[in-house]
């Protein structure tokens, strides 16, 4: 299957109304459809892989015409249900195939009576791929720039998106929480923009200043933590051309900085860009790129105004005027568009494909273009989802947004001893770094002040905090002075805390995608983690329904002295 780049040329005037379409109509609200059936966002992006390779064979990234040439020969699913990972891609790669700790750990494995979460956590090397960054054709300041950050071998998913952005390809990226998504789609961005850009001709005539990728997310911490990855790589001399233009903070002094600095990236939150925008101070007609990060979140109801203001101005006169630029896409006159979630609902697919040119899914071992992909087919019987049928891999899919390395339990107790089980579950796991997640914003301070009576040291995190005392009370947590962060949804997603060891939920998450965010933030990149879900005895069938749709054991437990004890299934179904 060879995937014709450039087939679909969407005039702008047909593009821009697709897109008020999307925003207005064609995309329905996020919640809207994710609350009667969450399990479908996974199953959609696993059943459409599926009917693709059922109609068409396996599609790879040489088919794509990958500069690499790296040959993903098998389905994703054999490799990350156990099967052997496809020579020839190792081959391609010059690398030795590696087990992953996912392929060795048997979904129904028995686990011991007494867990101690390790205080040393280990990056599982399994989760790289390509042997390094050189492999995947970013320009060597780049590279230089990535290894005085330590950064030397890019993830699967990294291997996978960074080729086919620099193709020029729209894109929705989906691999599970911790993987690496952010800098999946930056590197190639700052492979064309920016002083670390790979040299071309037309560098000496070359004298933009505006601003030519723009970084949508959902919240100010998710945005200011992009900004600080850009920074990194950028470095110190660099770092104003990228600007954050997150709600919350200063507005004059963002357009001051916007005048003042002439920033070539803005990161923002979606009202702030769209405000700023709106009011003259942000050109972005010229921008070459537009990234939505939590796209799923981004394209809800509660969005919807500003996202449609950012879809419509972003990139609507593309400054790119050379061929050699643009390459084989030199018809494109556009901007690039890149959607990113550890969780992709088939609307966003759909979205996706009403305004892209030629988009693809990428995910961690493959690439498949969205015009094949068709709409999911009905949920599953229990009993499909129990056999080896094909129709269990719908379950499977759900796995895709959840690191491997995960552990998951669940325990019962009663409302008003919940704090106490909390810290007992703590000291049985010998947790370092936790974050418990509430529904609302009230009751998070009450938790703090029990913990702190215990000796615990705790802090909460939640919307009604300003700016500043967000970004305080995070890098506390982050430098070690609180054992546990207490917060509600706002934290749920995006947010990196490397050394989270556990997660709490304190109240159940709404449904399953809710679940997986939260639980993705521990075990990120490979490392051990351990998610713990505290309900009432009446809530417990939430949990087991959960647990069928993320098709993950979740095991019942308790604490009792000091220890955590895993019980058996039957002792409690
Ligand atoms: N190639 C790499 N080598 C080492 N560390 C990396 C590499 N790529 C990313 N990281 C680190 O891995 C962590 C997780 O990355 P990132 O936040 O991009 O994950 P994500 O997939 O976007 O997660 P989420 O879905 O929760 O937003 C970050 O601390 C990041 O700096």
């Not at 994703?76 to 156990?82: H, K, L, P, Q, S």
């Not at 990855?229 to 997150?246: A, F, S, T």
């Not at 770094?433 to 615990?456: H, Y």
């Not at 070690?480 to 749920?492: I, Y």
Request: contains cysteine; charged residues 25%; hydrophobic residues 35%.
């Amino acid at each position: 299957m060879r995937l014709t780049v450039g087939q679909v040329h969407l005039h702008v005037l047909a593009l821009a109304s697709s897109r008020s379409c999307f925003v207005l109509g064609d995309h329905l609200p996020f919640r809207m459809l994710s609350l009667p059936r969450p399990v479908r966002f996974h199953q959609t992006a696993w059943r459409a892989t599926e009917t693709i390779e059922e109609k068409s064979g396996p599609l790879t990234l040489a088919s794509l015409e990958v500069q690499n040439k790296v040959e993903y020969g098998k389905k994703e699913r054999a490799t990350r249900t156990g099967g052997p990972k496809p020579s020839s891609r190792a081959s391609a790669l010059n690398v030795k195939p590696k087990v992953s700790s996912f392929n060795a750990k048997p979904v129904k494995s028995a686990l011991p009576k007494s867990t101690v979460v390790k205080k040393t956590l280990k990056i599982d090397e399994s989760l790289f791929s390509a042997k390094s960054f050189e492999e995947l054709g970013l320009p060597p300041l780049l590279i230089d720039q990535l290894n005085k950050e330590g950064l030397t071998t890019p993830t699967e998913v990294q291997s996978a998106a960074i080729p086919i952005i620099s193709q020029k390809h729209d894109a929705v990226i989906q691999s599970y929480t911790g993987s690496g998504k952010t800098l999946a789609y930056l590197l190639p961005i700052l492979s064309e923009i920016g002083p670390l850009k790979r040299p071309t001709e037309q560098d000496s005539s070359d004298k933009r200043s505006s601003v030519e990728a723009v970084i949508v997310a959902p919240s100010r911490e998710l945005g200011m933590q992009i900004v600080r990855e850009v920074e990194k790589i950028l470095g110190p001399n660099d770092k104003r051309l990228v600007q954050q233009l997150v709600g919350g903070a200063n507005r004059s002094r963002q357009e001051e900085a916007l005048k003042k600095n002439k920033p070539i990236i803005v990161v923002g939150t979606p009202g702030r860009i769209s405000e700023i925008s709106a009011a003259g101070k942000l050109h972005t007609h010229g921008c070459r790129f537009l990234v939505l990060d939590e796209v799923d979140q981004l394209l809800s109801f509660n969005y919807r105004e500003h996202m449609h203001r950012i879809l419509e101005h972003v990139g609507r006169k593309s400054g790119t005027t050379s061929r050699d630029i643009l390459g084989p896409l030199a018809r494109r006159s556009e901007r690039q568009t890149i959607l990113v979630s550890a969780t992709i609902p088939f609307s966003v697919i759909r979205a996706a494909r009403s305004w892209g040119h030629d988009p693809v899914l990428v995910r961690a071992l493959s690439v498949v273009p969205l015009n094949l992909i068709t709409v999911p087919r009905p949920v599953l019987s229990q009993t499909d989802a129990n056999s080896n049928s094909p129709s269990n891999s719908v379950n499977q899919a759900a796995v895709d947004s959840l690191p491997p390395s995960l552990e998951h339990y669940y325990c019962t107790s009663k409302a008003q001893h919940k704090v106490d089980t909390l810290r007992r579950c703590i000291h049985a796991l010998e947790a370092q770094t936790v974050i418990a997640f509430m529904n609302n914003t009230k009751p998070l301070k009450d938790v703090v002040f029990k913990l702190e009576a215990r000796g615990m040291k705790a802090t909460e995190l939640h919307g009604d905090l300003g700016k500043l005392a967000r970004s305080t009370v995070l890098k506390k947590f982050k430098d070690g002075e609180f054992r546990v962060l207490v917060t509600n949804e706002l934290s749920a997603r995006g947010l990196d805390v490397p050394e989270c060891d556990l997660v709490i939920n304190l109240d159940l998450p709404t449904d399953s995608t809710h679940y997986a965010h939260r639980a993705g933030r521990t075990g990120r990149l490979g490392r051990k983690g351990t998610v713990v879900t505290i309900c009432e005895e009446t809530e417990t069938f939430v949990v087991r329904k959960m647990r069928k749709q993320l098709a993950v054991p979740i095991k019942p437990c308790e604490f009792t002295e000091g220890k955590l004890l895993v019980h058996k299934e039957e002792d409690v179904e």
